[in-house]
């Protein structure tokens, strides 16, 4: 028992002596790769553009102002029949009429048995679930696999699915996108009410109905509005729903009136970094590059104008 004891004790005298002899090399430390904020604040003026006054649309509510740009590369008719019923303020005074946990907030008339009729806008139109690839030419696309689309990128600031063999395009069901409501019928939407997606991507309505813009800010005026406890989140009591107090094609707005922002070119290598970024987020916090990155988690940054 001795002897052994003996062995045991010379071996650790011996790793002791060795590792006082011979220092290990420093381990060298990889730089922090930057982040998504790093990369929009080194952006450059040319990889931002302005919103198109004439396809952007202020909601205001009480609590402030909500600025949707439409897409009508997607959906042109519908971005057309919805800037007419701006036109003719049709949303005025109308309500956001649901809240659905998880889901959606949509606006439009509580009275689904009377509701408001258009002047000169359509109340109905065919369906846009998807356009042909040849409208659209600013796609850029993103190499990361996705289960709803065989090909998914963006266009000019929106997230983007497409279907190479059938020749079809669509807008994705993400995060502040916008969508037309419809009954059972495809064409039994046109604009009259809309929603906005406030919950996790439903990228299962994808091609099943008609998006048209996104939220580019006041998203917070209508993610936080209170859940409607009706089914489907509808607002059982009239004194739950938000009021629209104007809703308006910006290039109607007077100058002084207007919210000036730009939305990161989607097309430029700086766009590129900013999902590279999140597809592997670096820093010391990181443990695990995800390697990967949802379309919907793509962020698709907005700033205001200088």
């Not at 002596?17 to 998504?36: I, R, Y």
Request: with cysteine; aromatic share 6%; glycine share 10%.
């Amino acid at each position: 028992m001795k002897a052994v004891r003996m062995v045991v004790g010379a071996g650790m005298a011996l790793a002791v002596l060795a590792g006082s002899t011979v220092q290990a090399a420093p381990k060298k430390e990889l730089p922090p790769k930057p982040s998504v904020g790093d990369i929009v604040k080194e952006s450059k003026a040319a990889d931002w553009r302005p919103l198109d006054l004439e396809n952007t649309l202020y909601m205001d509510l009480p609590g402030g102002r909500v600025v949707i740009e439409l897409a009508p590369t997607f959906a042109p008719l519908h971005a057309a029949n919805i800037k007419a019923l701006a036109r003719e303020q049709y949303f005025d005074g109308l309500v956001i009429l649901r809240s659905q946990d998880n889901f959606v907030v949509q606006w439009g008339d509580p009275d689904e048995k009377n509701p408001r009729q258009p002047k000169k806008a359509k109340m109905t139109l065919p369906g846009e679930f998807t356009v042909p690839l040849k409208n659209d030419t600013k796609f850029t696309r993103m190499k990361d696999v996705d289960g709803y689309a065989p090909q998914v990128g963006h266009s000019n600031g929106f997230p983007v699915g497409r279907d190479p063999k059938a020749g079809t395009t669509w807008l994705a069901h993400c995060y502040a996108m916008v969508g037309v409501g419809r009954d059972t019928d495809a064409d039994s939407g046109g604009g009259t009410a809309l929603y906005v997606v406030t919950g996790q991507a439903p990228r299962q309505l994808d091609r099943n109905i008609t998006v048209v813009g996104r939220v580019v800010s006041g998203m917070p005026l209508l993610s936080t509005v209170a859940r409607g406890p009706a089914p489907m989140g509808f607002f059982d009591k009239p004194e739950m729903q938000v009021p629209i107090k104007a809703f308006r094609v910006a290039a109607d707005v007077a100058e002084g009136e207007r919210s000036n922002f730009e939305v990161m070119r989607t097309e430029s290598a700086t766009f590129q970094k900013v999902v590279e970024a999140t597809r592997n987020r670096g820093g010391p916090w990181t443990k695990v590059a995800a390697g990967h990155v949802d379309l919907c988690a793509a962020p698709i940054p907005v700033r205001e104008a200088k």
